[in-house]
C-alpha cells in the first residue's frame, strides 16, 4: 500500500504560534497538512509563499503539500483534528470542525488550561485527546512563526487509558518534538495549569519576557504563591498533579505554612535559586496573552487563574494572589491598567502575608 494513503490526515485549526510550527514543521518532514487560519490575510500568505519559520535551525520559508481554508469545508474526514486556537476559542473550534471528523478521529486539545473537559461536551470524551505543549511559539509577523523555548509534547486520555490512537498521533507530532505519554493527563494538565497560572500570567501582567521579571525577588515569590493555591485547588479537585515532561517539580516550589510567614529561610533561599535558573531557561518566552492585549483581542485568563479562582471558590479555598493577577488582566486588556513591574510590586504588597 502507498504510505500516503496510510499517514494520518491532519487539520490543524489556529495558525498562531503554536499551530503555525506544528504545521511548519510537519510539513517540512514530508506530511500533507490542511489548516483553517480564520482570516484571509493569513492563508494567502500560507498559500502563495508558504510559512517562514525561525527556530533552533535557523529560519527557513517552508515548502511542501500544504491546504489552507479560511473557514472549515463542508466535507472532509480527518484522523487529528489538532486544536491550536486560543482557549477561549476552542469550543467554537469542536463545534465548526466537528462534523469533519473520521469514524474513528480524534480532537487534540493543544490549549493551555483544562480544555479536553470544554471539547468533551461538543463531541464526546471518547473523540478526544490532550496533547500537553511544554514550549512556547509565537507569531510576530504574518505567517512568520517562532519557536521560542524547547521542550516536547505529553500525550493523553481522560479516560487514563492506553489509547489506541496515541502512537499514531504520537507519529504525527514526532515530526515538531519529542513525544511522551501519561495516563495521569488531568494530573499534568494541572501541572501545566501552574506554569501558565504563574509564569504566563506574571509575564502578561509585568508586561516583560519571563527572565527579566524572575530577576525580582518579589515576582519569584508571587510565582511560588500562585503554585501554592493551584496545588491546594486541585487536591480538592481531588487531582494528583503530576510533573510535565521536563519541566522541574512544581510541587516542590509551592510554599509551606511556616514559609508563606518567614521572611527568610534555606528551603526559601533553594526555591529562589530554582525559579532564577527557570527565568534563565525560559528568558525569551513572552506570553502569548501579552500579545493578545496588545492586538486589541480577549486574553484567556479565564481559562488559567480564572479556572482557579472559580473552582477554589467552589471549594471554600482562598486564592487571592490567583484573583488579583485575574483581576489585574481584566483591567490592562480594559485599558485600565498598564503593565509593568511595578503592578506586580502593587499585587505583591496586597496579597502577601503579614509578618512575610
Known amino acids: 500500500m502507498n504510505p500516503a494513503q496510510t499517514a494520518p490526515r491532519v487539520l490543524v485549526v489556529g495558525c498562531g504560534g503554536i499551530g503555525g510550527v506544528l504545521l511548519s514543521r510537519m510539513v517540512e518532514a514530508g506530511?500533507?497538512?490542511?489548516?483553517?487560519?480564520?482570516?484571509?490575510e493569513i492563508a494567502?500568505?500560507?498559500?502563495t509563499r508558504g510559512p517562514v519559520l525561525r527556530d533552533e535551525k535557523g529560519e527557513r520559508t517552508i515548502r511542501g503539500e500544504l491546504e489552507v481554508f479560511v473557514q472549515p469545508p463542508r466535507e472532509g474526514a480527518y484522523d487529528f483534528i489538532l486544536l491550536a486556537t486560543p482557549p477561549n476559542g476552542v469550543e467554537a473550534a469542536a463545534r465548526d470542525t466537528a462534523h469533519l471528523l473520521a469514524p474513528d478521529g480524534a480532537m487534540v486539545v493543544l490549549q493551555n488550561g483544562l480544555c479536553e473537559e470544554l471539547v468533551a461536551q461538543v463531541v464526546g470524551e471518547p473523540r478526544v485527546l490532550g496533547a500537553i505543549v511544554a514550549w512556547g511559539a509565537?507569531?510576530?509577523?504574518?505567517?512568520?512563526?517562532?519557536?521560542?523555548?524547547?521542550?516536547?509534547?505529553?500525550?493523553?486520555?481522560l479516560?487514563?487509558?492506553?489509547?489506541?490512537?496515541?502512537?499514531?498521533?504520537?507519529?504525527?507530532?514526532?515530526?515538531?518534538?519529542?513525544v511522551a505519554f501519561t495516563d495521569n493527563?488531568?494530573?499534568?494538565?494541572?501541572?501545566?495549569?501552574?506554569?501558565?497560572?504563574?509564569?504566563?500570567?506574571?509575564?502578561?501582567?509585568?508586561?516583560?519576557?519571563?527572565?527579566?521579571?524572575?530577576r525580582h525577588r518579589f515576582v519569584?515569590?508571587?510565582?511560588?504563591?500562585?503554585?501554592?493555591?493551584?496545588?491546594?485547588?486541585?487536591?480538592?479537585?481531588?487531582?494528583?498533579?503530576?510533573?510535565?515532561?521536563?519541566?522541574?517539580?512544581?510541587e516542590w516550589l509551592t510554599l509551606g505554612e511556616s514559609e508563606r510567614h518567614s521572611p527568610g529561610?534555606?528551603?526559601?533561599?533553594?526555591?529562589?535559586?530554582?525559579?532564577?535558573?527557570?527565568g534563565a531557561r525560559y528568558r525569551r518566552l513572552r506570553s502569548s496573552m501579552l500579545a493578545a492585549i496588545e492586538r486589541g483581542r480577549e486574553p484567556p485568563v479565564d481559562f488559567?487563574?480564572?479556572?482557579?479562582?472559580?473552582?477554589?471558590?467552589?471549594?471554600?479555598?482562598?486564592?487571592?494572589?490567583?484573583?488579583r493577577l485575574l483581576e489585574a488582566v481584566h483591567a490592562m486588556a480594559r485599558r485600565e491598567l498598564a503593565p509593568g513591574v511595578e503592578t506586580l510590586r502593587r499585587i505583591h504588597e496586597q496579597t502577601r502575608p503579614r509578618g512575610h
Not at 506530511?31 to 484571509?40: C, D, I, K, L, T
Not at 494567502?44 to 498559500?47: A, F, I, K, Q
Not at 509565537?138 to 486520555?157: D, I, N, W
Open 31 to 40: 506530511q500533507r497538512v490542511s489548516a483553517v487560519a480564520r482570516r484571509e
Open 44 to 47: 494567502s500568505v500560507l498559500r
Open 138 to 157: 509565537s507569531s510576530p509577523e504574518t505567517g512568520v512563526y517562532e519557536r521560542t523555548s524547547s521542550g516536547g509534547f505529553m500525550l493523553g486520555a
Open 159 to 178: 479516560s487514563g487509558e492506553q489509547d489506541p490512537r496515541l502512537p499514531r498521533l504520537a507519529g504525527v507530532l514526532g515530526a515538531v518534538s519529542q
Open 185 to 214: 493527563l488531568r494530573g499534568a494538565r494541572w501541572s501545566k495549569l501552574a506554569i501558565n497560572c504563574a509564569i504566563s500570567t506574571l509575564g502578561t501582567v509585568g508586561g516583560s519576557r519571563v527572565g527579566p521579571l524572575l
Open 220 to 250: 519569584r515569590r508571587l510565582a511560588m504563591e500562585v503554585f501554592t493555591e493551584v496545588f491546594q485547588v486541585a487536591r480538592a479537585e481531588g487531582v494528583k498533579v503530576e510533573k510535565v515532561a521536563s519541566t522541574v517539580d512544581l
Open 265 to 278: 529561610s534555606p528551603s526559601l533561599l533553594l526555591k529562589h535559586t530554582m525559579l532564577l535558573a527557570i
Open 304 to 323: 488559567l487563574n480564572g479556572e482557579v479562582v472559580r473552582r477554589g471558590k467552589a471549594h471554600g479555598i482562598p486564592v487571592p494572589v490567583n484573583e
